[in-house]
Antibody
Framework: EVQLVESGGGLVQPGGSLRLSCAAS????????LHWVRQAPGKGLVWVSR????????SYADSVKGRFTISRDNAKKTLFLQMSNLRDEDTAVYYC???????????WGQGTLVTVSS | QSALTQPPSVSGSPGQSVTISCTGA?????????VSWYQQYPGKAPKLFIY???MRPSGVHDRFSGSRSGNTASLTISGLQAEDEADYHC??????????FGGGTKLTVL
């Protein structure tokens, strides 16, 4: 069974940093692109970042470019999102998601809540 | 990276059909066959319901169908059931390694 389990969320002050993790199981981790998608309370989904299979190609939404870094450890089957210089508007549930070849998300984690507040 | 446009809410009675629109641009919805739809219950993770514009994953009922005309994609749910009440989100590849979602639509079954 495919599973994605996020962790690392919590309360952080504006300007602070946080590192999210997404532990994968049930599939060949190194075969798939992975994404981070976030959802602010009561709002829609927003694409954040993506990484290819070997971790060498990444892309980011303009709103997080220069502040967030996506990475992966294929040996440990884990996806990461390093977030720095956090702002109030980064408050959201952050989901990791597996990507099909056609660019849709077939499996999602349960999400981890990041709250940026003083 | 402008969000796709979805109606905030739609509603229908059991047994009826409803259609949720997702309007983008010629650079995203109109350009790529990478439109997908997700169902989300409150407090839960999204679930893939339609991919590649009109394809259904195994396990998704054929009451759910996807289509596209120009820069607007649509999700049609026929034979509405109480358990269909949820939020629905569309998503499209937008080129240059970016993706864009709609704002989400809350479906109410009356």
């Amino acid at each position: 069974e495919v599973q994605l389990v996020e962790s690392g969320g919590g309360l952080v002050q504006p300007g602070g940093s946080l590192r999210l993790s997404c532990a994968a199981s049930g599939f060949t981790f190194s075969d798939y692109w992975l994404h981070w998608v976030r959802q602010a309370p009561g709002k829609g989904l927003v694409w954040v970042s993506r990484i290819n299979t070997d971790g060498l190609i990444t892309s980011y939404a303009d709103s997080v470019k220069g502040r967030f870094t996506i990475s992966r450890d294929n040996a440990k089957k884990t996806l990461f999102l390093q977030m720095s210089n956090l702002r109030d508007e980064d408050t959201a549930v952050y989901y990791c998601a597996r990507v099909l070849p056609g660019f849709s998300y077939d499996y999602w984690g349960q999400g981890t809540l990041v709250t940026v507040s003083s | 990276q402008s969000a796709l446009t979805q109606p905030p809410s739609v509603s229908g009675s059991p047994g009826q059909s409803v259609t949720i629109s997702c309007t983008g641009a010629s650079s995203d919805v109109g350009a790529y066959d990478s439109v997908s739809w997700y169902q989300q219950y409150p407090g839960k993770a999204p679930k893939l319901f339609i991919y590649d514009v009109y394809m259904r994953p195994s396990g998704v009922h054929d009451r759910f169908s996807g289509s596209r005309s120009g820069n607007t994609a649509s999700l049609t749910i026929s034979g509405l059931q109480a358990e269909d009440e949820a939020d629905y989100h569309c998503c499209s590849y937008a080129g240059r390694d970016t993706w864009v979602f709609g704002g989400g639509t809350k479906l109410t079954v009356l």
